[in-house]
């Protein structure tokens, strides 16, 4: 059975950084590109970013290009978002999710999702 | 940028049938994904490539694709199927996936 299990959330203040952690289970890890993505409170589902099962093609949306950083440790199966210059627009719930095919990305589904993990960017 | 477009919301009665609409620049060209998303959960796929059904999502869901507008139908409307549903779509164009507004289906 897949498992992904965010980690990391919290409250930090403007400006600040924050390490989000998912770990995965049930899947061979580097074979599945993997995404985060994130939904403010009370608001729809946006897109973060991707990483594919190799580590060696990363995407971003244009709201977190340049301050977040995305990363896989295969030796952990664990995915990681590294959020610098956090502001607070960025609080949401941060969920990670497996493509659902293995070795490739693009027009492919989301077929598992993390319970995610709460980041409240606030003074 | 791409943008996908759902009505906010759609109500039904219990047994009835309930459309969501998807609108986008020629999206019948493009591969879409529907998530059912309940209060409080993360959200689940309900259909993939426009009109496929994942294992254990009941026959009711059903999804077509062509021109501006794709759609997920559910047939028979249960209680259960009170969510949120997003489409979603891949935009080659800016390398990004793209997630519609979102319908909130409410179940009279």
């Not at chain 1, 498992?3 to 930090?12: D, I, K, N, T, Y």
């Not at chain 1, 924050?18 to 995965?24: E, I, K, P, Y």
């Not at chain 2, 969501?20 to 959960?41: A, D, F, K, L, M």
């Not at chain 2, 249960?78 to 319908?103: I, K, L, P, R």
């Amino acid at each position: 059975e897949v498992q992904l299990v965010e980690s990391g959330g919290g409250l930090v203040q403007p400006g600040g950084s924050l390490r989000l952690s998912c770990a995965a289970s049930g899947f061979t890890f580097n074979t599945y590109a993997m995404n985060w993505v994130r939904q403010a409170p009370g608001k729809g589902l946006e897109w973060v970013s991707l990483i594919s099962g190799n580590g060696g093609t990363t995407f971003y949306a244009d709201s977190v290009k340049g301050r977040f950083t995305i990363s896989r440790d295969t030796s952990r199966n664990t995915l990681h978002l590294q959020m610098n210059s956090l502001r607070a627009e960025d609080t949401a719930v941060y969920y990670c999710a497996r493509l659902g095919e293995e070795n490739t990305f693009g027009s492919v589904p989301f077929d598992s999702w993390g319970q995610g993990t709460l980041v409240i960017v606030s003074s | 940028s791409y943008g996908l477009t759902q009505p906010p919301s759609v109500s039904v009665a219990p047994g009835t049938t309930a459309r969501i609409t998807c609108g986008g620049n020629n999206i019948g060209g493009e591969s879409v994904h529907w998530y059912q998303q309940r209060p409080g959960q993360a959200p689940v796929l309900v259909i993939y490539y426009d009109s496929d059904r994942p294992s254990g999502i009941p026959e009711r869901f059903s999804g077509s694709n062509s021109g501006n507008t794709a759609t997920l139908t559910i047939s028979r409307v249960e209680a259960e199927d009170e969510a949120d549903y997003y489409c979603q779509v891949w935009d080659n164009s800016g390398d990004h996936y793209v997630f519609g507004t979102g319908t909130k289906v409410t179940v009279l």
